[in-house]
């Protein structure tokens, strides 16, 4: 009896890895497939499954969301709020995000830089700035959304949501990251 229990769990273990092993491999097909998401580090970068050559070797990658800036996580309480507000968007979207990219594939720091949409076809970077959890940050050649962040921003300021509002951020990321350089 115990060897059948003990064989069941291992074919159910089996299994769920092949699953997880089989989605994490769409990922870096190509930038339409969807990815799943294993961590929200904070309001605009997030960590994704990917997979090496053939399909062999699974590992994760940071994601930069390409056009925003969302408060820096000891930028309180906004930084908090930001990245709750990412997993909140990523949860609803069962974890796993399309990847667009654009002109320049990564940044300095080796992140990949996306625009990401939901399981329902919504920008997750639009959604960001247009509920108040981010600002518009576009650095060329990065540039093919700029005109829709702008105006997702434009109302976000003028309905006072989030970041924008009574108790808003009171300084730039871009502004306090020069005040508090990474070491």
Request: charge should be positive.
């Amino acid at each position: 009896m115990q060897y059948y229990y003990t064989k069941n769990i291992i074919v159910a273990g089996l299994l769920v890895f092949l699953v997880f092993f089989i989605l994490a491999s769409a990922c870096a097909k190509k930038e339409s497939d969807y990815c799943i998401v294993t961590e929200v580090n904070d309001g605009d970068t997030l960590t994704i499954v990917t997979n090496s050559v053939l399909g062999i070797f699974v590992r994760t990658e940071k994601v930069r969301l390409i056009g925003i800036d969302a408060p820096e996580l000891a930028q309180e309480p906004w930084g908090r709020k930001a990245k709750n507000y990412l997993k909140k968007l990523i949860k609803e979207s069962d974890m796993r995000v399309k990847i667009e990219l654009d002109v320049q594939h990564r940044d300095k720091y080796g992140r990949i830089l996306a625009y990401l949409w939901d399981k329902n076809g919504n920008m997750i970077n639009y959604m960001m700035i247009r509920n108040g959890y981010a600002m518009v940050y576009t650095i060329p050649p990065n540039v093919k959304y700029v005109e829709l962040f702008v105006e997702a921003q434009r109302l976000a300021r003028q309905e006072k949501k989030g970041i924008w509002g009574k108790d808003g951020l009171t300084e730039k990321p871009s502004d306090w990251r020069k005040q508090h350089p990474r070491r």
